[in-house]
């Protein structure tokens, strides 16, 4: 089991880029074969789907953040990372990075989640 | 897009079984995998392809699903059960991965 973290500037000013890295330990997972994904939850509601890539770069990104999504793969520094563009207070929440499950498409080993706040 | 239906909230004394619905169109030709997120917490796989248990899940905790309606049954709840539960689809990898609104559990 592989253990994911998030990290990323906790507060940003409307129409900042926010940047998250997910850093994995228990495994090298440069150039392996899992799908990562980046999710988020705004404060009473349940999770949002950012975006999915795979290792060689390929990504599916949710249709109404897809002009803002800028994702990269892992790297040898067993991290990966997602930047969001022109944020506003409605990018407030919880970001979560996590790994696809083995041939399923469900998600397991998240990341314990990163609090980023949009305000003025 | 596909729209997941839950009920908000589903109330069971200790010792009983909980049963948590997610309602979709044709739901049955898709797979559905179930979360546990406890206040604070990220979310757990408990369910996954609709009815198997990952590593480490206890057998209280199953799943089916026909027709318009997949269920999460936990049989025997316990205090630890109290959480939010997700349902989740995702059919090919160009389909948005979807998420249904969540449903409190609270053990009375």
């Known amino acids: 089991q592989l253990q994911l973290q998030e990290s990323g500037p906790g507060l940003l000013k409307p129409s900042e880029t926010l940047s998250l890295t997910c850093t994995v330990s228990?495994?090298?997972?440069?150039?392996?074969?899992?799908?990562w994904g980046w999710f988020r939850q705004p404060p009473g509601k349940g999770p949002e789907w950012i975006g999915t890539?795979?290792?060689?770069?390929?990504?599916y990104f949710n249709p109404s953040l897809k002009s803002r999504i800028i994702m990269s793969p892992p790297t040898s520094m067993n991290q990966f990372s997602l930047k969001l563009t022109s944020v506003t207070a409605a990018d407030t929440a919880v970001y979560y990075c996590?790994?696809?499950?083995?041939?399923?498409?469900?998600?397991?080993?998240w990341g314990r989640g990163a609090q980023v706040t949009v305000s003025s | 897009s596909y729209v997941l239906t839950q009920p908000p909230s589903v109330s069971v004394a200790p010792g009983q079984t909980a049963i948590i619905t997610c309602g979709g169109t044709?739901?049955?030709?898709?797979?559905v995998h179930w979360y546990q997120q406890k206040p604070g917490q990220a979310p757990v796989l408990v369910v996954f392809?609709?009815?198997d248990r990952p590593s480490g899940i206890p057998e209280r905790f199953s799943g089916s699903n026909s027709g318009d309606t997949a269920t999460l049954t936990i049989t025997r709840v316990e205090a630890g059960d109290e959480a939010d539960y997700y349902c989740?689809?995702?059919?090919?990898?160009?389909?948005?991965?979807?998420f249904g609104e969540g449903t409190k559990l609270t053990i009375l």
């Open positions: 228990g495994g090298f997972i440069y150039r392996s074969t899992y799908y």
């Open positions: 044709k739901i049955d030709t898709k797979h």
């Open positions: 996590a790994r696809r499950c083995s041939s399923r498409k469900c998600f397991t080993d």
């Open positions: 989740q689809v995702w059919e090919r990898d160009s389909d948005p991965v979807t």
């Open positions: 392809d609709d009815r």
């Open positions: 890539i795979y290792y060689t770069g390929s990504a």
